[in-house]
């Protein structure tokens, strides 16, 4: 996908009377998962009625949302689309998708400065090496008792790093808890 945007350039996205999106960059037809996907790789795109050329990103991103809440991945809360449905027609309306755009760029600012602090206490945080040095001292003992273990062995797939990286993350998560919880007793 990330090929789509050539030097930073939008994707046109043509959507035909039959609901059918067709690529016009990778002459190919799409659907609604791979604009998502699109958007998680900060792919710039914009979806235009074929016959008639209204811009129709808005509804297929609003679409996109609708599908994402519906499938389970609730994110928005109840009270919260309560409010905003609230906003049309308010004399505030006008004033509330740059609030919304700021308060979400803000949010993610936040959450990589914290992401980025976690990470860089954790890496002095004498119980996190004390955990990792023992998920070492374990891979290692695995590796003697169960051959080819620690390297993959015969017929594992190239998935096992990312996935021992994920577990190395929710490891230090839950260390960054536990030292937070030591840190209040200590109080």
């Known amino acids: ?16 009377a039959n609901r059918r999106l067709y690529n016009t960059s990778t002459s190919s037809y799409i659907t609604l998962d791979h604009l998502a996907q699109m958007v998680k790789e900060n792919i710039d795109f914009k979806v235009m009625d074929a016959k ?5 990103t808005h509804a297929i991103l609003t679409q996109i949302i609708m599908d994402e809440e519906a499938a389970g991945e609730q994110i928005l809360p109840t009270n919260f689309l309560r409010q905003l449905i609230s906003m049309y ?5 006008a004033f509330l998708p740059g609030y919304l755009e700021a308060s979400m760029d803000h949010f993610r600012d936040n959450q990589a400065k ?7 206490s954790i890496g002095v945080n004498p119980l996190a ?14 590796a003697a008792f169960v051959p080819g ?20 993350d929710t490891l230090r ?15």
Do not use: C, H, W
Not at 52 to 56: C, N, S, W
Not at 114 to 120: H, Q, V
């Open 89 to 93: 027609g308010n004399s505030m309306q």
């Open 149 to 168: 273990a620690a390297a993959g062995g015969p017929g594992k797939d190239d998935s096992k790093p990312v996935e021992e990286a994920g577990e190395l």
């Open 129 to 142: 090496q004390l955990a990792q040095r023992n998920m070492e001292m374990f891979k290692a003992a695995a």
């Open 1 to 16: 996908m990330a090929s789509d945007s050539k030097s930073g350039e939008t994707v046109i996205i043509k959507k035909y």
């Open 114 to 120: 914290m992401r980025k602090a976690i990470e860089e």
């Open 52 to 56: 008639t050329g209204a811009d129709l």
């Open 173 to 187: 998560e839950q260390m960054a808890e536990m030292q937070r919880k030591l840190d209040q007793l200590s109080k």
